[in-house]
Each structure stands twice: as C-alpha cells, then as structure tokens.
Nanobody, 121 residues
Framework: QVQLVESGGGLVQPGGSLRLSCAAS????????MGWYHQAPGKQRELVAT???????DYADSVKGRFTISRDNAKNTVYLQMNSLKPEDTAVYYC???????????????WGQGTQVTVSS
C-alpha cells in the first residue's frame, strides 16, 4: 500500500552537511509520527530523531544541536538536515513512518530502503 523512498546520502568530509529526504507514495490517508534511524555495520539499529504529526521533535543525545528533523505534509516527506557531521555518524540511515492507507482503519509502520552516509577524510 505504501512505499518510502529515501535520497540524499553520500560521502562527506568531517564537518560537512547532508540533507536526507524520504517520500511516501501510495494510497495515503494520514501520516502520524515520522522518524529516522541509523545502523552501522555490526551494530544495532538506533533511533536518531522523531517528529510527531503536531511537529514535536525528539533527538538522540549524540545528534542534538547538529541534526534537525522536519516534515512537509503536503509532500508526504520527512527530512533530516545533518550538520557538523562526524565520522561516528557513518551508517545506513532509514526513515520510518506510521501511515494509514487505503481503507485500512489502523496505522501501520513502513520503512525506507536505507541510504548510506559516510563521513570520512
């Protein structure tokens, strides 16, 4: 019913910036919370940031002051602006949304395919 497509990853030097985008497509009735997670090789997937339908945000301690999550409801899109990037930010980043689609009454969770972010000199 719903597909999330991510873009914006790449290779940057320490201190650089990237902006990740994640757009949902399909028969979408409503989107509740949105979020970003990351996963480094050999490590667990971790929550990076979330944003509610009302615009409330939460961030992992490791990214506070550097990353900003935002959403554009008209485009069914969530963004992650990443500034002052560090090598330890290197990971695959996944978007997640809670979506009600079609004639389903309940919300379901959907995941993007992942986009690689590499921070290195």
């Amino acid at each position: 019913q719903v597909q999330l497509v991510e873009s914006g990853g790449g290779l940057v030097q320490p201190g650089g910036s990237l902006r990740l985008s994640c757009a949902a497509s399909g028969i979408i009735v409503s989107i509740d919370d949105m979020g970003w997670y990351h996963q480094a090789p050999g490590k667990q997937r971790e929550l990076v940031a979330t944003i509610s339908s009302g615009g409330s945000t939460d961030y992992a301690d490791s990214v506070k002051g550097r990353f900003t999550i935002s959403r554009d409801n008209a485009k069914n899109t969530v963004y992650l602006q990443m500034n002052s990037l560090k090598p330890e930010d290197t990971a695959v980043y996944y978007c997640q949304m809670r979506v009600r689609s079609g004639y389903f009454r309940s919300f379901n969770n959907y995941w993007g395919q992942g986009t690689q972010v590499t921070v290195s000199s």
